[in-house]
């Protein structure tokens, strides 16, 4: 079975639920990291460098606001998911949670102090919780909204949701209020705050061969189609200045969202060892991705 492909559910059920009986049903993953440079609106990326680079769960890599490093969920030997920090100078990497619970998708909050966190406690609840990046004592975030599957901050007070169901439900909610409010269902879970706007994307999976990038608008509260997806793909990361990358396969393609018509080409990593590419991630500053690949090493 093609893990990537599987829907939705599926994954939520495999990754946020009862890890000890399925652990030789999570698949291995690495995380790759390469430099990169736009010149006249084509991107051209440099070589991908795997940074984590051993047989199991490492994926949902989120860079830090600096840049300088990158944190990261992995599954090791004891089957229990942590959040884990790489220092892209020398790619050392330390753990920064610690607990009985597991946790998944770290996402920087803005504030710069705290990371947020899908939280699988003891009760099997999934929560969103917030750790000190300077190491600390976790805390709620949303204390009634579950059970989360993945996040995305808009800005300091609202916060993108995939809550798992039949179907998923898109949320948005408002941390001062303690609430959300549905906006959407049958989503994928790439959630995605859109640079320089009050407004996110996702992708709204409408059957099995239809899979549609919308954006929401907070201040308009209204969505927006915007293209196809990548055949295949949920994953999305967006640059600085406004280009949508998607993977498929090894290979990596790019879009700008008013100009051009169709996906465009720019890179091939399978010499590099990249793989069954999923999960994207852009630096701030836009001169760095992270990209998941399957585990070549895993017997999966």
Excluded at 2 to 11: D, E, G, H, Q, V
Excluded at 117 to 144: H, I, M, N
Excluded at 252 to 261: D, S
Aim: with cysteine; aromatic share 10%; net charge positive.
């Amino acid at each position: 079975m093609n893990f990537f492909l599987i829907s939705l559910s599926a994954i939520a059920v495999l990754l946020f639920s009862s890890f000890a009986p399925l652990q030789s049903q999570i698949p291995g993953t690495d995380i790759f990291v390469l430099d990169f440079k736009l010149k006249d609106g084509r991107l051209q990326p440099g070589v991908p460098r795997n940074i984590t680079k051993r047989a199991g769960y490492d994926n949902q890599p989120h860079f830090l606001p600096n840049g300088k490093s990158l944190l990261f969920t992995s599954i090791r030997e004891d089957g229990q998911a942590d959040i884990y920090k790489c220092d892209l100078a020398d790619y050392s990497i330390s753990q920064l949670t610690r607990t009985t619970e597991s946790e998944f998708s770290a996402n920087a909050m803005p504030d710069g102090k705290h990371f947020s966190v899908v939280r699988v406690e003891k009760d099997s609840s999934q929560r969103l919780w917030k750790f000190p990046l300077a190491g600390g004592a976790p805390s709620l975030v949303l204390e009634k909204v579950k059970p989360v599957g993945y996040h995305a901050w808009i800005n300091a007070n609202t916060i993108a949701l995939y809550v798992l169901g039949t179907p998923s439900v898109l949320q948005v909610a408002e941390v001062s209020a303690g609430q959300a409010k549905i906006v959407g269902g049958n989503i994928g879970r790439s959630l995605h705050k859109i640079p320089q706007r009050e407004a996110f994307s996702f992708v709204h999976k409408i059957n099995e061969e239809m899979w549609i990038i919308k954006v929401f608008d907070l201040k308009a509260s209204k969505t927006k189609i915007l293209f196809k997806a990548v055949e295949g793909s949920e994953d999305c990361a967006w640059t600085p200045d406004g280009l949508l990358l998607m993977g498929s396969g090894s290979k990596l393609y790019q879009r700008y969202p008013e100009r051009n018509q169709e996906w465009i080409e720019i890179a091939d990593f399978s010499s590099a060892g990249v793989r069954n590419l999923t999960r994207l991630a852009v630096s701030p500053k836009g001169n760095r991705i992270a990209v998941v690949s399957a585990d070549q090493n895993h017997s999966n």
